[in-house]
């Protein structure tokens, strides 16, 4: 006999604040929090335990979907079983991701580090954000984020992509070929892709030569889409006017590599999204499925596991 | 016989970039630039040569209009004379200040100053200003110019203003009374008033000790809004999260002062606007203002000599 839907097993427990946390979205959402063997379904609440899975899994005995809370499913690949129904949180992370390329773009325009690092009244530097020319690498949810934020600076906004699709917001979207082109053109080049063997090392040498002295390279993709001694190399010549970098290789930076002495980059820890920012998105999205599955419906970042995405 | 009102004066001439561009916006508009004895009306070319008025209007003939390049009028009050139609660049210069205001709320929240101040990788923190409750203190044209800029980001905006005219884009729009009660509950308490009587010193240790212990404070309207000692204080006691400064009091602030030495203290030059940012956007009103003005039609930025503003 199948379980009732609204016996919802929150495991494991390793994590003691999402875990609480979960369990009152659960509840909300108008679940009850059981252990695993009578439990329809299971919240799996720690991203760090991929491992704890099997064992975990071998004592359900009515467990028909698994909600897990990672965007991508990368690290849990091989525990995807098509016996069960799956969800991530795909496009939860997203919207703390497109706050930090405003931060990143505005902070670089608008000299922030200088001023921050300063101890007497600077001189007067900055410009504009509002009215640039931006370039964004990768359609995917960070960009889909993105453009409604830039919306109202009146900014040209390039999106550089494998298709040409149109994305709301966006003045063009282009693709790839046409990448050097727009990296002439444009006062900020955002790296915002997935690390595919097409995208590894994108921005080297010729790229950052391509790009105008006065603009801006923002990283909140993955480290190794920079070729990284290119950009010590520009940024060293002044070839560009500076990076903001939430993501480097190596990961992370170490103790006394160069990045760390230019005064014109910015390295921020991978902080494009903190646990602390994601948790009360990943609950929210848990209390939305927890809803649906009780009620029947179709649930929200369905996992396509033949697909592994 | 008065001039036709095509000719056009643009002086002094001591600042060439800017008389460059204004005269280039003149001819743009469709208007010839003349000596002053020959014009029409008069562009005056430098906001720090106030002093220079008079000897420069005594030549003139037919001047009906002079075009000022303030916002404000303060330095031009003892100058201005009914004789004349006055504009001034009222609201031209709001939007790169209300960049600024987004540029410091990012840069607090997202813990920016940190991460530049680093010379090996960080700790991960900051938090989302998407979704945060903020009071913007001023519904003048800074605030208007916010309002848009914030819209996307989900945020509870309470204005507190004189008046309790609601302003669009605010969440909710409260008047004085009040203050001390929104104090209490926002994330953010943004000064952007004008400097009177009864805004001076307006957040002083009182009205700190009101803001949650996790709120930042940001002033981009003057020096005096802020008593300084009490921020000093409360900054060094972590009664508030930090400030973010673009005005001081004393301004500039001097080598040595106890702001320069907290880390949750942010000083920025007084760049809400810069002189190269606010150039394009004052020519820009003037070119707009030549056509009108050539048209017969009403001219933007009216100032009212008995009101001095």
């Given amino acids: 006999m199948p379980a009732a839907r609204n016996l919802v097993a929150v495991e494991p427990a390793t994590r003691p604040e999402m875990h609480q946390a979960i369990a009152r979205a659960v509840e909300e959402a108008g679940g009850t929090v059981v252990p695993i063997d009578e439990a329809s379904c299971l919240m799996f609440a720690d991203p760090m335990a991929a491992d704890a899975f099997p064992e975990l899994i071998a004592q359900a005995t009515n467990v028909e979907w698994v909600q897990l ?6 690290t849990f690949l091989r525990h995807l079983d098509p016996a069960y129904t799956w969800t991530c949180g795909k496009g939860v992370y997203a919207p703390p991701v497109a706050e ?4 990143a773009l505005l902070t670089a325009f608008r000299d922030i580090p200088t001023f921050a690092r300063a101890n007497r009244w600077p001189v007067q530097t900055g410009r504009n954000l509002l009215g640039s020319r931006l370039a964004i ?15 109202p600076w009146g900014c040209d906004v390039t999106v550089v992509r494998r298709q040409a ?3 709301p917001g966006a003045t063009r979207t282009v693709t790839t070929d046409e990448l050097d082109v727009v990296l002439a053109e444009v006062d900020a080049v955002i790296i915002a892709l997935a690390l595919t063997p097409e995208t590894i090392g994108i921005i080297d040498a010729d790229r950052l030569g391509s790009m105008r002295n006065d603009a801006w390279l ?3 993709g993955r480290g190794g889409h920079v070729v990284t001694d290119d950009l010590v190399a520009a940024l060293r010549n002044n070839e560009i006017a500076g990076a903001v970098l939430d993501v480097t290789d190596p990961e992370p930076l170490p103790d006394g590599h160069p990045l760390w002495g ?3 980059c910015l390295i921020t820890p991978h902080v494009g999204n ?11 999205r848990i209390r939305e499925n927890v809803a649906r599955w009780i009620a029947g419906e179709p649930l929200i970042g369905p996992v396509d596991v033949e697909l592994g995405y």
């Fill in 137 to 151: 690498l990768g359609g995917g949810g960070i960009t889909e984020a993105f453009l409604p934020l830039i919306e």
């Fill in 100 to 103: 930090w390329i405003m931060t």
């Fill in 262 to 264: 230019l005064d014109n």
């Fill in 218 to 220: 923002l990283n909140v």
């Fill in 69 to 74: 809370p990672y965007a991508g499913v990368e």
């Fill in 274 to 284: 903190t646990p602390a920012m994601g948790l009360p998105l990943i609950v929210d």
């Fill in 165 to 167: 699709t149109a994305l």
